[in-house]
């Protein structure tokens, strides 16, 4: 499965939570993976770093923002200040 769909699952989890809040990784990996979604957290996880290089979501660790390069440990997602809605042509 490719690492788009993961993306796509995770941008739009964000953006349906709205703003100032986060979602858990595993809500991403249970919408693509719903099998076997423990299995591929590192999935997810590397579609949460390069989404947050690119300024889409910010992870965060106990509610602050974290290094997307530098993070160890439970995370959560949120999407970033000023990143467009999944739909738009921005």
Not at 31 to 38: A, I
């Given at each position: 499965m490719s690492e788009d769909v993961i993306e796509t699952a995770i941008l739009s989890l964000v953006e349906a939570r709205g703003p100032e809040?986060?979602?858990?990784p595993s809500e991403a990996a249970r919408?693509?993976?719903?099998?076997?979604?423990?299995k591929r957290m590192r999935h997810v996880r590397n579609a949460a770093i390069?989404?947050?290089r690119q300024g889409k979501v910010v992870i965060l660790r106990k509610g602050k923002p974290v290094?997307?390069?530098?993070?160890?440990?439970?995370?959560?997602?949120?999407?970033?200040p000023d990143a467009p809605a999944p739909d738009s042509d921005g």
């Open positions: 809040k986060s979602i858990c919408e693509v993976f719903p099998e076997d979604f423990q390069h989404l947050a290094d997307p390069e530098n993070f160890k440990g439970v995370y959560r997602l949120a999407k970033a």
